[in-house]
């Protein structure tokens, strides 16, 4: 079957349907560049959250918890204050009370431009950007212009989605923390059950958090619980994981070293993998309760409330990135039998 790219409708909305590897990947631009779906349709694996049932809108009212999305400013800012080398800005506070931060920011709620989708006899691809400018409604709490540009490759290697930021300012640092609310389907093979899952998340060190959901600055030697991401034996649902946090350290996947995480359905041997690039250097899991039928391996470039942190950069992994400069980040999903 030839790779193909092609503008369609889905649920009232417009997306980019790839078609490439035995892989098919819809990228709803219009939501955030947010990959609704992504299916491996030679091996039966339905990667993400999803239903045929959805239109547009019920992804639209809860975007962090549909497929893949990107998340800018991600996590929690204490009370919305942001602290940069070169300014101090209040973001809204839109997390109530006991919490009263803010969370997950914006940019997975925009929409984007397809500024290119095309296929040849290796892959199928489409590239989509954002301009962050006066134009948005959120630039009033943060005014440092960038460009926002993702790039997804679609091939018998899996979906591949890089990302580029670069800073438009001219004179401002743009803090960079960036993170995917991976939404998980449970069961991801066709046909399978929820109690196959396992779970492998190679972790170091655990965040303490308080009740607020935002770090304490210790960080916890782990436990028998936490030892189950470890080694392999979690069941990501059916129980509740709520917002576990950890240093990420290297996995291993046919003997090599591998960044990510890795859910087997322990019936038939599949495994749906998750790879990272470096710049993500910690994980957070998080179920929704546990009994809705997905879960959140959640990559992170920083630590939730990071640029807030007495802790140094080279712990917290946030970073600054000057004007004219680029931030970069890639991952991949594929299937292992």
């Known amino acids: 079957m030839a790779n193909t790219t092609q503008l369609i409708n889905w649920g009232g909305m417009s997306v980019v349907r790839l078609q490439a590897g035995g892989y098919e990947a819809l990228v709803a631009y219009e939501i955030g560049s947010n990959v609704i779906r992504l299916h491996d349709n030679t091996n039966g694996v339905e990667f993400f ?8 809108d019920v992804i639209r009212q809860s975007a962090e918890v549909w497929g893949l999305p990107t998340l800018y400013l991600p996590n929690r800012f204490a009370d919305g204050v942001l602290k940069t080398s070169d300014a101090v800005y209040q973001l809204p506070v839109n997390e109530k009370a006991p919490y009263n931060n803010h969370i997950h920011g914006f940019l997975h709620k925009r929409v984007h431009e397809v500024v290119e989708h095309n296929a040849d006899s290796n ?64 069961p991801f093979v066709d046909g399978g059950k929820e109690a196959d899952i396992r779970l492998t998340v190679p972790i170091g060190k655990k965040c303490e958090l308080n009740e607020r959901c935002l770090p304490t600055e210790k960080l ?43 859910a087997e359905d322990i019936a038939s041997g599949k495994k749906l993998c998750y790879e990272v690039s470096e710049e993500y250097k910690f994980w957070i899991i998080w179920n929704d309760r546990g009994f809705n039928h ?44």
Not at 49 to 56: E, P, T, V
Not at 220 to 231: A, P, R, V
């Open 49 to 56: 959250r999803y239903s045929d049932k959805n239109d547009a």
């Open 123 to 186: 892959c199928a691809w489409v590239k989509t950007r954002y301009v962050y400018d006066e134009n948005d409604e959120f630039f009033q709490y943060l005014p440092v212009r960038f460009v926002a540009e993702y790039t997804f490759t679609l091939s018998e290697n899996g979906l591949e989605q890089d990302i580029k930021f670069t800073n438009a300012s001219g004179d401002k640092v743009l803090p960079m923390s960036l993170a995917s609310h991976t939404a998980i389907n449970a």
């Open 220 to 262: 916890k030697s782990l436990t028998m619980w936490d030892l189950e991401y470890k080694s392999g034996s979690k069941c990501p649902v059916l129980q509740v994981c709520d917002n576990d946090m950890y240093f990420g350290e290297y996995a291993d996947l046919d003997h090599e070293k591998f960044h990510g995480v890795i």
């Open 294 to 337: 997905y879960f959140c391996p959640e990559p992170m470039t920083a630590m939730i409330d990071a640029p807030n942190l007495s802790l140094p950069a080279d712990v917290t992994g946030y970073r600054e990135v000057k004007p004219g400069e680029t931030f970069t980040a890639h991952q991949r999903f594929f299937t292992k039998l």
